[in-house]
């Protein structure tokens, strides 16, 4: 096989997810799965968003999303408001206690972003990074 640019990338992301997982486990983070990371941190730098923004941002569909925020909202991560100028827009925004692990959520992040690059020199980490966004930009034609 040439080319298994996607078989690794398939492999690396099975490493993160367990990482994440293990994590989440060892800090007593419960009922938070990897994939509730992207809504988290995107809540992290802009603290409300409307459902659809929340969507796009983390590349899912509307009703995924919604799953993921329903499941955050229970753990009273996240709560979800009407928006007041259009009634069919959900506002989310982070609780108190979402607000309590943005620390905690940054170091397992840069801890993951550390084992991904231990083996890499700063140079070929981001040139790695470079070209896996370009490789992802070739689906979003």
Wanted: net charge positive; with cysteine; glycine share 4%.
């Amino acid at each position: 096989m040439k080319h298994c640019i996607v078989a690794l990338s398939s492999t690396l992301h099975r490493f993160a997810r367990e990482f994440l997982e293990r994590q989440l486990k060892e800090n007593g983070l419960k009922g938070i799965v990897p994939s509730h990371g992207d809504i988290l941190a995107s809540l992290y730098q802009k603290q409300t968003l409307t459902m659809q923004e929340l969507a796009g941002r983390i590349n899912r569909t509307k009703a995924t999303t919604t799953v993921l925020v329903d499941k955050l909202e229970k753990l009273e991560l996240v709560s979800r408001v009407k928006s007041e100028k259009d009634s069919r827009v959900y506002l989310v925004s982070l609780t108190e206690k979402g607000k309590s692990y943005e620390q905690l959520f940054n170091q397992i992040a840069e801890n993951m972003n550390s084992r991904v690059m231990n083996n890499l020199t700063e140079d070929e980490a981001n040139l790695l990074e470079n070209l896996l966004t370009r490789a992802i930009s070739g689906f979003n034609k």
